[in-house]
Protein backbone atom coordinates (compact mmCIF):
# COMPACT_ATOMS: atom_id res chain seq x y z
CA UNK A 1 0.00 0.00 0.00
CA UNK A 2 1.39 3.44 -1.22
CA UNK A 3 1.84 6.21 1.59
CA UNK A 4 -0.43 8.35 -0.73
CA UNK A 5 -3.33 5.66 0.03
CA UNK A 6 -2.46 5.07 3.42
CA UNK A 7 -2.81 8.90 3.99
CA UNK A 8 -6.10 8.94 2.06
CA UNK A 9 -7.25 6.40 4.70
CA UNK A 10 -6.36 7.81 7.72
CA UNK A 11 -8.13 11.45 6.57
CA UNK A 12 -11.57 10.17 7.49
CA UNK A 13 -10.32 8.35 10.96
CA UNK A 14 -8.22 11.45 11.92
CA UNK A 15 -12.15 13.63 11.37
CA UNK A 16 -14.00 11.30 13.11
CA UNK A 17 -11.63 12.01 15.83
CA UNK A 18 -11.86 15.84 15.60
CA UNK A 19 -15.70 15.54 15.60
CA UNK A 20 -16.20 13.26 18.76
CA UNK A 21 -14.21 15.50 20.79
CA UNK A 22 -15.29 18.73 19.71
CA UNK A 23 -19.57 16.82 20.64
CA UNK A 24 -17.70 16.07 23.84
CA UNK A 25 -17.12 19.57 24.83
CA UNK A 26 -20.50 20.52 23.34
CA UNK A 27 -22.07 18.08 25.73
CA UNK A 28 -19.99 18.81 28.83
CA UNK A 29 -22.33 21.89 29.82
CA UNK A 30 -25.59 19.96 29.36
CA UNK A 31 -23.66 16.76 30.92
CA UNK A 32 -22.31 18.74 34.09
CA UNK A 33 -26.14 20.35 34.58
CA UNK A 34 -28.07 17.17 34.25
CA UNK A 35 -25.75 15.64 37.07
CA UNK A 36 -26.01 18.78 39.27
CA UNK A 37 -29.34 19.26 39.28
CA UNK A 38 -30.17 15.81 40.23
CA UNK A 39 -27.34 16.54 43.94
CA UNK A 40 -28.38 16.76 46.98
CA UNK A 41 -28.50 20.57 48.42
CA UNK A 42 -25.25 21.01 50.50
CA UNK A 43 -23.83 19.25 47.77
CA UNK A 44 -24.54 21.66 45.12
CA UNK A 45 -22.39 24.51 46.64
CA UNK A 46 -19.25 22.51 47.23
CA UNK A 47 -16.03 23.79 45.78
CA UNK A 48 -14.36 22.22 43.93
CA UNK A 49 -17.32 20.33 42.77
CA UNK A 50 -18.12 16.55 43.81
CA UNK A 51 -19.54 13.60 42.22
CA UNK A 52 -19.29 11.56 44.73
CA UNK A 53 -23.38 11.64 45.72
CA UNK A 54 -26.50 10.52 46.47
CA UNK A 55 -29.05 11.51 43.19
CA UNK A 56 -32.58 13.16 44.27
CA UNK A 57 -35.26 14.61 42.77
CA UNK A 58 -35.19 17.31 45.88
CA UNK A 59 -34.14 20.42 43.34
CA UNK A 60 -36.98 19.51 40.85
CA UNK A 61 -39.46 19.00 43.71
CA UNK A 62 -38.49 22.49 44.88
CA UNK A 63 -38.96 24.06 41.30
CA UNK A 64 -42.54 22.72 41.53
CA UNK A 65 -43.17 23.70 44.81
CA UNK A 66 -43.48 26.02 47.44
CA UNK A 67 -41.55 25.76 50.51
CA UNK A 68 -41.24 27.64 53.93
CA UNK A 69 -39.34 27.06 57.00
CA UNK A 70 -40.25 25.70 60.18
CA UNK A 71 -41.72 28.14 62.90
CA UNK A 72 -38.75 28.24 65.73
CA UNK A 73 -40.01 25.67 68.26
CA UNK A 74 -42.24 23.87 65.92
CA UNK A 75 -39.83 21.55 63.99
CA UNK A 76 -41.89 18.15 63.34
CA UNK A 77 -40.81 15.45 65.66
CA UNK A 78 -39.48 12.52 64.73
CA UNK A 79 -43.23 10.82 64.58
CA UNK A 80 -44.26 13.24 62.10
CA UNK A 81 -41.57 12.95 60.20
CA UNK A 82 -42.37 9.18 59.54
CA UNK A 83 -45.33 9.97 58.86
CA UNK A 84 -44.60 12.88 56.19
CA UNK A 85 -45.28 12.20 52.70
CA UNK A 86 -42.69 11.69 50.50
CA UNK A 87 -42.15 15.22 49.24
CA UNK A 88 -42.44 16.81 52.92
CA UNK A 89 -39.74 14.11 54.32
CA UNK A 90 -37.33 14.89 51.12
CA UNK A 91 -37.40 18.52 51.77
CA UNK A 92 -37.20 17.76 55.60
CA UNK A 93 -34.01 15.76 55.02
CA UNK A 94 -32.43 18.28 52.27
CA UNK A 95 -33.09 21.78 53.82
CA UNK A 96 -35.24 21.73 56.68
CA UNK A 97 -38.21 23.35 55.26
CA UNK A 98 -41.73 22.36 54.26
CA UNK A 99 -43.56 21.83 51.26
CA UNK A 100 -46.33 24.34 50.63
CA UNK A 101 -48.69 24.88 47.44
CA UNK A 102 -47.80 24.27 43.88
CA UNK A 103 -45.62 27.06 42.71
CA UNK A 104 -45.47 29.22 39.51
CA UNK A 105 -43.25 26.61 37.81
CA UNK A 106 -46.21 24.45 35.96
CA UNK A 107 -47.87 27.54 34.79
CA UNK A 108 -44.46 29.00 33.21
CA UNK A 109 -43.53 26.22 31.68
CA UNK A 110 -47.54 25.77 30.05
CA UNK A 111 -46.57 29.50 29.08
CA UNK A 112 -43.50 28.49 27.27
CA UNK A 113 -45.36 25.58 25.48
CA UNK A 114 -48.53 27.76 24.74
CA UNK A 115 -46.75 30.79 23.40
CA UNK A 116 -44.08 28.85 21.26
CA UNK A 117 -46.78 26.40 19.75
CA UNK A 118 -48.71 29.02 18.42
CA UNK A 119 -46.45 31.80 17.16
CA UNK A 120 -44.16 28.58 15.28
CA UNK A 121 -47.72 27.75 13.77
CA UNK A 122 -48.50 31.60 13.08
CA UNK A 123 -45.26 32.22 11.92
CA UNK A 124 -44.93 29.00 9.56
CA UNK A 125 -48.46 29.50 7.86
CA UNK A 126 -47.97 33.05 7.18
CA UNK A 127 -44.12 32.76 6.02
CA UNK A 128 -45.55 29.43 3.44
CA UNK A 129 -48.14 31.21 1.68
CA UNK A 130 -46.20 34.53 1.84
CA UNK A 131 -42.69 32.83 0.30
CA UNK A 132 -45.52 30.53 -2.45
CA UNK A 133 -46.83 33.93 -3.63
CA UNK A 134 -43.13 35.65 -4.09
CA UNK A 135 -41.74 32.35 -5.67
CA UNK A 136 -44.67 31.69 -8.23
CA UNK A 137 -46.33 35.45 -8.65
CA UNK A 138 -44.73 38.76 -10.34
CA UNK A 139 -44.94 41.36 -8.89
CA UNK A 140 -43.50 45.23 -9.02
CA UNK A 141 -40.66 45.69 -6.44
CA UNK A 142 -40.82 41.66 -5.39
CA UNK A 143 -36.77 42.36 -5.03
CA UNK A 144 -37.53 45.54 -2.77
CA UNK A 145 -39.87 43.92 -0.92
CA UNK A 146 -37.82 40.83 0.25
CA UNK A 147 -35.09 43.08 1.44
CA UNK A 148 -37.77 45.00 3.18
CA UNK A 149 -38.51 41.88 4.79
CA UNK A 150 -34.91 40.46 5.31
CA UNK A 151 -33.95 44.15 6.87
CA UNK A 152 -36.42 43.41 10.24
CA UNK A 153 -34.15 40.90 11.12
CA UNK A 154 -30.93 42.91 10.67
CA UNK A 155 -32.04 45.62 13.64
CA UNK A 156 -30.93 44.22 17.46
CA UNK A 157 -33.76 43.05 19.25
CA UNK A 158 -32.57 46.08 22.18
CA UNK A 159 -33.02 48.99 19.99
CA UNK A 160 -36.73 48.31 19.24
CA UNK A 161 -37.77 47.27 22.63
CA UNK A 162 -38.78 50.70 24.28
CA UNK A 163 -40.77 51.54 21.02
CA UNK A 164 -42.52 48.05 21.41
CA UNK A 165 -43.08 48.46 24.84
CA UNK A 166 -44.66 51.30 24.37
CA UNK A 167 -47.07 50.47 21.86
CA UNK A 168 -48.10 47.14 23.93
CA UNK A 169 -48.82 48.99 26.76
CA UNK A 170 -51.27 51.25 24.45
CA UNK A 171 -52.91 48.43 23.14
CA UNK A 172 -53.29 46.86 26.42
CA UNK A 173 -50.78 43.73 25.01
CA UNK A 174 -48.35 43.76 27.92
CA UNK A 175 -48.79 40.52 29.98
CA UNK A 176 -50.85 38.55 27.89
CA UNK A 177 -50.19 35.47 26.00
CA UNK A 178 -51.56 37.37 22.42
CA UNK A 179 -48.80 39.94 22.81
CA UNK A 180 -45.91 37.97 23.20
CA UNK A 181 -47.08 35.66 20.37
CA UNK A 182 -47.96 38.53 17.79
CA UNK A 183 -44.54 39.58 18.91
CA UNK A 184 -42.10 36.30 17.80
CA UNK A 185 -44.21 36.33 14.93
CA UNK A 186 -43.31 39.61 13.46
CA UNK A 187 -39.43 38.21 14.56
CA UNK A 188 -39.88 35.00 13.09
CA UNK A 189 -42.39 35.55 9.92
CA UNK A 190 -39.38 37.12 7.96
CA UNK A 191 -37.24 33.89 8.40
CA UNK A 192 -40.08 31.60 7.94
CA UNK A 193 -40.52 33.75 4.49
CA UNK A 194 -37.01 33.64 3.52
CA UNK A 195 -36.28 30.32 4.00
CA UNK A 196 -39.42 28.90 2.68
CA UNK A 197 -38.87 31.08 -0.86
CA UNK A 198 -35.40 29.24 -1.79
CA UNK A 199 -37.65 25.80 -1.17
CA UNK A 200 -40.11 27.08 -3.68
CA UNK A 201 -37.75 28.07 -5.72
CA UNK A 202 -36.27 24.74 -6.21
CA UNK A 203 -39.50 22.79 -6.86
CA UNK A 204 -39.79 22.69 -10.80
CA UNK A 205 -42.93 24.89 -11.94
CA UNK A 206 -43.75 22.76 -14.56
CA UNK A 207 -45.40 20.73 -12.46
CA UNK A 208 -48.11 23.26 -11.02
CA UNK A 209 -48.74 24.18 -14.60
CA UNK A 210 -49.60 20.48 -15.40
CA UNK A 211 -51.80 20.53 -12.68
CA UNK A 212 -53.80 23.89 -13.72
CA UNK A 213 -53.95 22.13 -17.23
CA UNK A 214 -55.90 19.67 -15.90
CA UNK A 215 -58.33 21.62 -14.34
CA UNK A 216 -56.93 22.37 -10.77
CA UNK A 217 -57.51 25.92 -9.43
CA UNK A 218 -54.55 27.53 -7.56
CA UNK A 219 -55.13 27.12 -4.21
CA UNK A 220 -55.95 22.94 -5.03
CA UNK A 221 -52.46 23.41 -6.49
CA UNK A 222 -50.75 25.07 -3.69
CA UNK A 223 -52.19 22.60 -1.33
CA UNK A 224 -51.71 19.47 -3.43
CA UNK A 225 -48.65 19.80 -5.57
CA UNK A 226 -46.51 22.45 -4.02
CA UNK A 227 -46.75 21.47 -0.21
CA UNK A 228 -46.33 18.06 -0.06
CA UNK A 229 -43.17 18.65 -2.22
CA UNK A 230 -41.54 21.66 0.01
CA UNK A 231 -42.65 19.63 3.07
CA UNK A 232 -38.86 19.16 4.03
CA UNK A 233 -38.54 23.06 4.33
CA UNK A 234 -42.02 23.35 5.96
CA UNK A 235 -40.36 20.70 8.92
CA UNK A 236 -37.09 22.89 9.08
CA UNK A 237 -38.51 26.40 9.20
CA UNK A 238 -40.40 24.85 11.91
CA UNK A 239 -37.62 23.99 13.76
CA UNK A 240 -35.90 26.81 14.09
CA UNK A 241 -39.08 28.85 14.35
CA UNK A 242 -39.52 26.67 17.55
CA UNK A 243 -36.15 26.83 18.99
CA UNK A 244 -36.16 31.06 18.64
CA UNK A 245 -39.25 31.23 20.66
CA UNK A 246 -38.53 28.76 23.18
CA UNK A 247 -35.45 29.92 23.92
CA UNK A 248 -36.89 33.99 23.78
CA UNK A 249 -35.67 35.88 27.26
CA UNK A 250 -35.56 39.50 26.89
CA UNK A 251 -38.94 40.34 25.41
CA UNK A 252 -40.34 37.96 27.94
CA UNK A 253 -38.35 39.85 30.91
CA UNK A 254 -39.68 43.45 29.61
CA UNK A 255 -43.30 42.46 28.06
CA UNK A 256 -45.14 40.67 30.61
CA UNK A 257 -45.25 40.73 34.57
CA UNK A 258 -46.80 37.86 36.07
CA UNK A 259 -49.78 36.73 33.69
CA UNK A 260 -48.12 35.69 30.68
CA UNK A 261 -43.99 34.94 31.93
CA UNK A 262 -41.98 32.27 30.20
CA UNK A 263 -39.93 29.65 31.86
CA UNK A 264 -37.44 31.22 30.44
CA UNK A 265 -37.64 34.40 33.30
CA UNK A 266 -39.31 32.48 36.18
CA UNK A 267 -36.20 29.73 36.44
CA UNK A 268 -33.56 32.68 36.43
CA UNK A 269 -35.17 34.26 39.44
CA UNK A 270 -36.33 31.28 41.88
CA UNK A 271 -35.63 32.22 45.32
CA UNK A 272 -36.20 30.94 48.34
CA UNK A 273 -36.19 31.29 51.71
CA UNK A 274 -32.46 29.96 52.06
CA UNK A 275 -31.72 32.65 49.67
CA UNK A 276 -31.30 31.95 45.30
CA UNK A 277 -31.89 28.53 45.05
CA UNK A 278 -29.05 27.71 42.44
CA UNK A 279 -30.38 23.60 42.77
CA UNK A 280 -33.83 24.40 41.38
CA UNK A 281 -32.39 26.73 38.67
CA UNK A 282 -29.83 24.10 37.18
CA UNK A 283 -32.95 21.68 37.67
CA UNK A 284 -35.53 23.98 35.57
CA UNK A 285 -32.58 24.66 33.45
CA UNK A 286 -31.92 21.06 32.42
CA UNK A 287 -36.06 20.46 32.53
CA UNK A 288 -36.29 23.82 29.65
CA UNK A 289 -33.44 22.49 28.20
CA UNK A 290 -35.33 18.44 27.17
CA UNK A 291 -38.35 19.05 24.97
CA UNK A 292 -36.34 21.13 22.95
CA UNK A 293 -33.89 18.91 22.85
CA UNK A 294 -36.04 16.14 21.77
CA UNK A 295 -38.02 17.79 19.11
CA UNK A 296 -34.59 18.52 17.46
CA UNK A 297 -33.45 15.50 17.46
CA UNK A 298 -36.58 14.65 15.66
CA UNK A 299 -36.42 16.69 13.35
CA UNK A 300 -32.56 16.24 12.85
CA UNK A 301 -32.84 15.43 9.16
CA UNK A 302 -35.07 18.53 8.13
CA UNK A 303 -32.98 21.08 9.66
CA UNK A 304 -29.82 19.73 7.74
CA UNK A 305 -32.13 20.61 4.82
CA UNK A 306 -32.45 23.51 6.07
CA UNK A 307 -29.07 24.62 6.17
CA UNK A 308 -28.09 23.21 2.74
CA UNK A 309 -31.00 24.14 0.73
CA UNK A 310 -33.05 27.06 -0.60
CA UNK A 311 -32.74 30.65 0.64
CA UNK A 312 -29.47 29.90 2.97
CA UNK A 313 -27.50 27.62 0.52
CA UNK A 314 -27.81 30.79 -2.07
Known sequence: MTNFNKKRKCVPVMLQIVIIIVIIIYMLPVVYMGITSFKPWRVVFKVPPTFNFKPTIASFVRLFYQTSDYQS???????????????NRLMWEQTNQQIGGISEGPARFLNSFIISIASTALSVLLGTLTAYALSRFRMKGKNDLMFFILSTRMLPAVVVTIPLFLMFRFLKLTDTHIGLILLYVAFNVSFAI??????????????????????????????????????????ATTVFCYIFSWNEYAFALIMTSRVATTATVYIQGIKGSLGIDWGAIIAGSFLFFIPV??????????????????????
Open 73 to 87: GKEPTAEEIERMDWK
Open 194 to 235: WVMKGFFDDIPIEYEEAALVDGYTRMQTFRKIALPQAATGIA
Open 293 to 314: AIFTFLMRKYLLAGITFGAVRK
